[in-house]
């Protein structure tokens, strides 16, 4: 409906009806009504023949863009998980192979690829305990650390954003979350990767409401509770390009990101067992 929605602003927008958009494309004008109405999904020549009579062919890239991502763009964790969580992380593996630069912004938890086996445990049994999914839990924490061979890639390069909430959210117990932290300081340190922290007393530009990937100009990941967001429009990527510009220019990085790790390490020392 929204991809119709906007390909009826470009007729309105060139003062056609629908009779005068058909006429020249051997339409039926009922074809003209059923897509801008989100009754009949537009071809690839359809939007190119579009376009064409529209006098917007500036606008083709986005809408093609926009109609190849139809069926991924909300993809339910229900269906993405039906048979395990293994397959997903052989799924993000293979993206990640044929991605070059990888821009990731999280607010709340470490992201995968950074994430120890045990923290990974974690959060993989929340899945399977909120979605009710198949018990593949080994073979999804193997599937995960084994993406992180990538990090030792010459030609791949990473910048991670993390707020000083995702190192302080008691989402594990506290030796796994120490463990993890420590796994942060060690990765901070290859020189393919770039990690920034934003601690607490920073002030923001731009608003972290929700983490999300960007996988070189290509393709922006959002993971919701219910559904995994794949946007893929020009105009989508370039606005996550810009807000993780944002972010990025207020975060702390090396030994000031560091020695906010390093303080969330003596706080959370302090809760353990003995101590």
Same mark, same amino acid.
């Given at each position: 409906m929204a991809l119709g929605g906007r390909l009826r602003e470009l007729r309105e927008q060139a003062g056609?009806?629908?009779?005068?958009?058909?006429?020249?494309?051997?339409?039926?004008?009922?074809?003209?009504?059923k897509i801008e109405n989100g009754k009949q999904t537009p071809s690839v020549s359809d939007i190119?023949?579009?376009?064409?009579?529209?006098?917007?062919?500036g606008q083709k890239a986005a809408l093609l863009a926009s109609l190849h991502t139809l069926e991924v763009q909300h993809a339910e964790w229900q269906r993405i998980l039906r048979g395990g969580i293994r397959p997903r992380q052989n799924s993000l593996a293979e993206l990640d192979q044929k991605t070059r &630069?990888?821009?990731?912004?999280?607010?709340?938890? !470490?992201? @995968? /690829?950074?994430?120890?086996a045990e923290y990974a445990r974690v959060r993989f049994a929340e899945s399977i305990r909120i979605f009710k999914l198949p018990n593949d839990i080994n073979e999804a924490v193997e599937g995960r650390i084994k993406?992180?061979?990538i990090f030792y890639r010459p030609d791949k390069r990473f910048h991670f954003i993390l707020t000083e909430a995702a190192l302080r959210f008691r989402m594990c117990a506290a030796p796994v979350m &120490?463990?993890?932290?420590?796994?942060?300081?060690? !990765?901070? @340190? /290859?020189?393919?990767?770039?990690?920034?922290?934003?601690?607490?007393?920073?002030?923001?530009?731009?608003?972290?409401?929700?983490?999300?990937?960007?996988?070189?100009?290509?393709?922006?990941?959002?993971?919701?509770?219910?559904?995994?967001?794949?946007?893929?429009?020009?105009?989508?990527?370039?606005l996550y390009a810009n807000v993780f510009n944002e972010l990025a220019a207020v975060a702390?990085?090396?030994?000031?990101?560091?020695?906010?790790?390093?303080?969330?390490?003596?706080d959370l020392t302090e809760h353990l067992p003995g101590e």
């Open positions: 056609l009806t629908g009779k005068q958009l058909a006429e020249p494309l051997s339409w039926q004008t009922s074809k003209v009504s190119e023949a579009w376009t064409k009579a529209t006098s917007s062919e &630069l990888f821009r990731v912004f999280e607010s709340t938890v !470490i992201p @995968g /690829l950074l994430q120890t993406r992180q061979d &120490l463990g993890q932290l420590d796994r942060l300081v060690s !990765i901070s @340190g /290859l020189p393919n990767v770039k990690l920034g922290i934003i601690g607490f007393e920073t002030q923001y530009t731009a608003s972290p409401w929700h983490g999300f990937w960007i996988y070189d100009e290509d393709k922006v990941l959002v993971e919701t509770y219910s559904a995994a967001l794949n946007l893929a429009q020009p105009q989508e990527v370039e702390s990085y090396g030994r000031s990101a560091r020695a906010i790790i390093t303080r969330v390490m003596d």
